[in-house]
C-alpha cells in the first residue's frame, strides 16, 4: 500500500504563491507520473498538472505560465509550485500516481480576492 500526504495547502491573498508537497511513503514513485488535480465546491475534479518519471510537463490551459510541477525521486516526493494565484484557484488539491488507485487525502487552496 502507497500512501500520499500532500502539504503546504492555506489561505493566500490574490496574486500571492503557495507551493504544494505531495510525499509518497514508498519507492513505487520514481516509477510512474504524478499528478495534480483539483476540485472546487460543486465542481468535477480537473487535472491541473502531471510530470513523468523522465521530468516531461503538461498543464491545464488555466494554469499555464503561472503554476510550476516538479518531483524529487530521491525524496518520493513532488511539488506544486503555484504563483499568481486567483481566487479561482480556490479549490481542494490532491496528488495521485497516474493510471494507480493511489490518491493523496488532499489540502485546501483558498485564494481570496
Known amino acids: 500500500q502507497v500512501q500520499l500526504v500532500e502539504s503546504g495547502g492555506g489561505l493566500v491573498q490574490a496574486g500571492g504563491s503557495l507551493r504544494l508537497s505531495c510525499a509518497a511513503s514508498?519507492?513505487?514513485?520514481?516509477?510512474?507520473?504524478m499528478a495534480w488535480y483539483r476540485q472546487a465546491p460543486g465542481k468535477q475534479r480537473d487535472l491541473v498538472a502531471s510530470i513523468t518519471r523522465a521530468g516531461a510537463t503538461n498543464y491545464a490551459d488555466s494554469v499555464k505560465g503561472r503554476f510550476s510541477i516538479s518531483r524529487d525521486n530521491d525524496k518520493n516526493t513532488a511539488y506544486l509550485q503555484m504563483n499568481s494565484l486567483k481566487p479561482e484557484d480556490t479549490a481542494v488539491y490532491s496528488c495521485?500516481?497516474?493510471?494507480?488507485?493511489?490518491w493523496g487525502q488532499g489540502t485546501q487552496v483558498t485564494v481570496s480576492s
Open positions: 495521485t500516481i497516474s493510471g494507480t488507485r493511489y
Open positions: 514508498k519507492g513505487i514513485f520514481s516509477l510512474y507520473t
